[in-house]
C-alpha cells in the first residue's frame, strides 16, 4: 500500500511533464495536456491571477514553477525557449534534489549527467555555447565545466561516459534516441534490483511506461518493433 509520502514522489517524477507544459504555456499560453501531468491550464492560468491578487494566497505551483513564470509575466519578455527549458531543468533539478527520495535523485542525477553530456557533444559538433542547454549541478557539470578537451572522459566521474559517446556517435538520429532509452531502461532495472516491494517499484515502471508512449507517438510498426525489443530484452 502507498503511503502519502510515497504519492509524493509519483508527482515529482510527473513534473517533468509540467515542466514541458509551462514551456508551452508561457510560449504560446497554451498547451496539449498529457494526462500523467499534475497541473492543467487552469492551473497555470490561476496561478498568473494570484500574481496579481490583492490578498496573498498559497502558490499553486512549485517554488521553481511560480519563479520562472512570475519572472516571465513581470518583464512581459519574450519567452526564448531554450532559456525556459534551461531555468524549469535547473530548478527541477534543485527541488526534486530537496525532496526526492534516494532512488528519485540517483535517477535524475544519471539522467541529467547523461543530457548534459549529450548537450555538450551536440554543441561542440555546431560550434555553439553548451551552456546554454547544460542544467542541474552536479559533480560531472563541474568536470564539464574545467574540460580541457583532454581530460574530460578520464576525469568524467561518470560511468556511462563511453558507452553514450559511443551511441551519440551514430548517423541515425531515431536508432542514437532509442540506444539513450535502452540506457535508461537499464539504469532503472539496475537501480531498483533490491526494491521489488517498495515505492521504487511503482516509481521505475512509471519511468518505464513513460519511455514506451515516447517510442509509440513513432511510425506504428517501427515503434512496436522497437519496443518489443526493449520490454522482452
Known sequence: ELLPEDFAQVKLLFLKLDN???ADFIEHGSFSRMEAS???LEDFQNQL???DA???REHLL???MVEVLRQYQDTGAHANRVEVEKELADGYFDYLMEHGNDFMKEFTRFEYNMSNLLAYIEAGNHAMDPWNSI??????VQHLREDNSVTLAASSGF???YEITCYAEQPVLAE??????ELRWRMIDEMVFFDEFTVNSVLAYLMKVLLIERWTRLEKSAGEEKLRGMVEA
Open 20 to 22: 514541458e507544459h509551462l
Open 38 to 40: 499534475n497541473y492543467s
Open 49 to 51: 491571477e494570484q500574481f
Open 54 to 56: 490583492i490578498l496573498p
Open 62 to 64: 512549485p517554488p521553481y
Open 135 to 140: 542544467a542541474g549541478k552536479t559533480s560531472f
Open 159 to 161: 560511468d556511462m561516459y
Open 176 to 181: 542514437k534516441e532509442m540506444k539513450y532509452d
